[in-house]
């Protein structure tokens, strides 16, 4: 095969490896949004929801994040889960959506804990490393397998509470919750304090393939992927050792580097070509690339699975420049709008009006936000006050006697006090809005269900 199209290939295969680490390295050193530096084993907070432009965040969130980067390589650890109110040994009365997603180095969801995979009772999860095979200790909730020994747990928790959806009520239960949410060592080893380093030396235009090389012999995927990757031997990426990219030969840093463009742009145009409805970009299935490893909560069938190994490499490297930690649909889905229904880009000089027939179908609670910011992908910022909900972060709609919704978006505040409590105010240039349904019904995940149109009104 033609060096360029394998170095295309491989860019594309080990983008999601690559993306994931600099982050975790990043957490470390820098920290990302709200959430400070943190080192391995330890949860780092946030006291309100995390920005969009933050470098993890998806199409838009409305959730406080509580973040660990788990190193296992000395060994499992104890991962300790408050009940849903905050308090250890209780449920909580309270429904507020919480969920711990657990990640690997090379962006699998391989577990949840949380409101919908396992209730809200407190307790700990021991979680191992990959091949452990010691005693579990008494008392534990479950064993979450981890593929890599170095995990990412992102946790999910609601702020609800207060007329804006921002009250202390739901502010105080998320800092006891996040209080008690505890990593402990459960054996005596030594652990990470950062990751496998590249060799410096490397020329930059090289540093991602250098980058993927050390990182892929340290955190090695699945063992039908391991296959997949011998291929890339030609590239110097299986290469153990002195780096090959230091004195590389100008052929190889030829078509390394253009086959780091072409791959990057197939992710890009891929990453575009999600298909439009009525103005909304919903994408239930986009994490359905983990094919190898189903843990607590996750959901192992063939409908939550990409057919076509290769084809889902593509699928993995879309989700981690687009969306990365995301979650998978079953989980939560997030549809986006970027324009109105007849094609006109979201501006806040119109006004625009969006009718649900009755209640969106999600279980855990849906939201509906506006974020500011022209650009596609996931640029822009919470307009303040714009968003409205259930069960989560946002004012609490009025529905209408027919069981119907109708949304005003637009600058200024209506007249009208129904009107007023279901609108969402918009910026004054570009917008767009995202729709945040928690566990979602069948409708949402089979496509039955249809979004309202975001009409432009005047």
């Known amino acids: ?11 594309v295969y080990g983008y999601p490896l690559v993306r994931d680490l600099s982050v975790v390295e990043g957490a470390m050193y820098t920290g990302y949004g709200p959430l400070p530096p943190t080192p391995f084993n ?14 993890f965040v998806s199409v838009g969130d409305d959730t406080v994040r509580s973040v660990a980067h788990l190193d296992l390589s000395g060994g499992p650890v104890l991962l300790h889960v408050p009940g849903q109110d905050g308090q250890d040994g ?19 969801n391989f577990a949840y804990v949380g409101h919908r995979p396992a209730g809200t009772r407190a307790g700990d999860w021991l979680v191992v490393p990959p091949g452990w095979a010691g005693r579990v200790p008494d008392g534990v909730l479950g064993v979450i397998d981890a593929p890599t020994s170095v995990v990412t747990v992102v946790g999910r928790s609601d702020c609800d509470g207060g007329d804006d959806g921002g009250g202390s ?65 030609p590239l110097g ?41 009525a103005g909304w970009v919903m994408q239930p299935h986009l994490f359905d690339y983990n094919l190898d490893h189903y843990g607590v909560g996750t959901i192992d069938s063939p409908e939550w699975r990409i057919a076509d190994r290769e084809a889902s490499y593509l699928t993995r490297a879309v989700a981690a420049r687009s969306a990365l930690w995301g979650v998978h649909g079953y989980e939560a889905v997030y549809a986006r709008a970027l324009c109105d229904a007849g094609g006109g880009r979201l501006n806040g000089v119109h006004s625009y009006v969006l009718r649900f027939e009755g209640r969106p179908p999600a279980e855990a609670g849906w939201s509906l936000t506006g974020y500011d910011g022209a650009a596609y992908g996931p640029a822009g910022y919470d307009v303040a006050g714009s968003r409205i909900g259930e069960s989560l972060a ?65």
């Open 1 to 11: 095969m033609e060096l360029v199209a394998l170095a295309a290939e491989a860019y």
């Open 42 to 55: 330890h949860f780092a907070h946030a006291d309100r929801p995390v920005p969009p432009d933050t470098p």
């Open 90 to 108: 209780q449920d909580g009365p309270d429904s507020a959506y919480r969920v711990l997603q657990f990640v690997d180095a090379w962006t699998d």
């Open 169 to 233: 009520d739901g502010a105080e239960r998320v800092r006891a919750f996040q209080e008690q949410l505890t990593v402990t060592y459960v054996e005596p080893g030594t652990h990470r304090t950062g990751l496998p380093a590249p060799d410096p030396d490397v020329p930059e235009p090289l540093r991602f393939f250098e980058q993927l090389r050390v990182w892929m012999a340290d955190f090695p995927p699945s063992a039908p992927d391991r296959a997949y990757q011998d291929r890339f031997q």
């Open 237 to 277: 990426l299986l290469e153990e050792g002195a780096s090959p990219y230091v004195r590389a030969d100008p052929v190889l840093v030829r078509a390394l580097t253009e086959g780091a463009a072409r791959g990057g742009a197939r992710v890009e145009e891929a990453d575009r070509a999600a298909a439009v409805r």
């Open 394 to 458: 946002g004012r609490v709609p009025a529905y209408a006697e027919d069981g119907s919704l109708t949304v005003r978006v637009q600058r200024e505040r209506p007249d009208d006090p129904v009107a007023a409590v279901n609108w969402l105010p918009a910026p004054d240039g570009d917008f767009r809005l995202v729709l945040r349904l928690c566990a979602p019904g069948a409708g949402i995940l089979d496509g039955t269900y249809g979004l309202p149109a975001v009409e432009r009104v005047r």
